[in-house]
Nanobody, 123 residues
């Protein structure tokens, strides 16, 4: 079965950085658009970034543009999210997701999800 496993979350101070990873199994990774979403307590799950199957097309939410970078290594079935200049409002559970198709910013259009990794930013 398909599994997406995130790692790399943690507790950091404002201004710090983390590198989140998501490794996929059970699917042909190169066929899938990969994305990161995040969900803060009491809030909806929001789009963060996505990268198309060849990496040629990338999209970011306005709130993270210029601070976060998404990339993928198809040989390792892994997608990364480099998060820099972290702010307390970036605190959330970060989820990896996959869909077969073009980039979408809507969580309902992603068919596979990981369990999430917690990112906590202290002020």
């Amino acid at each position: 079965q398909v599994q997406l496993v995130e790692s790399g979350g943690g507790l950091v101070q404002a201004g710090g950085s983390l590198r989140l990873s998501c490794t996929a199994s059970g699917l042909t990774f190169t066929y899938y658009t990969m994305a990161w979403f995040r969900q803060a307590p009491g809030k909806e799950r929001d789009f963060v970034a996505a990268i198309a199957w060849r990496g040629g097309s990338i999209d970011y939410s306005d709130s993270v543009k210029g601070r976060f970078t998404i990339s993928r290594d198809n040989a390792k079935n892994t997608v990364y999210l480099q998060v820099n200049s972290l702010k307390p409002e970036d605190t959330a559970v970060y989820y990896c997701a996959a869909r077969s198709g073009l980039i979408s910013t809507y969580s309902r259009e992603y068919m596979y999800w990981g369990q999430g990794t917690q990112v906590t930013v202290s002020s």
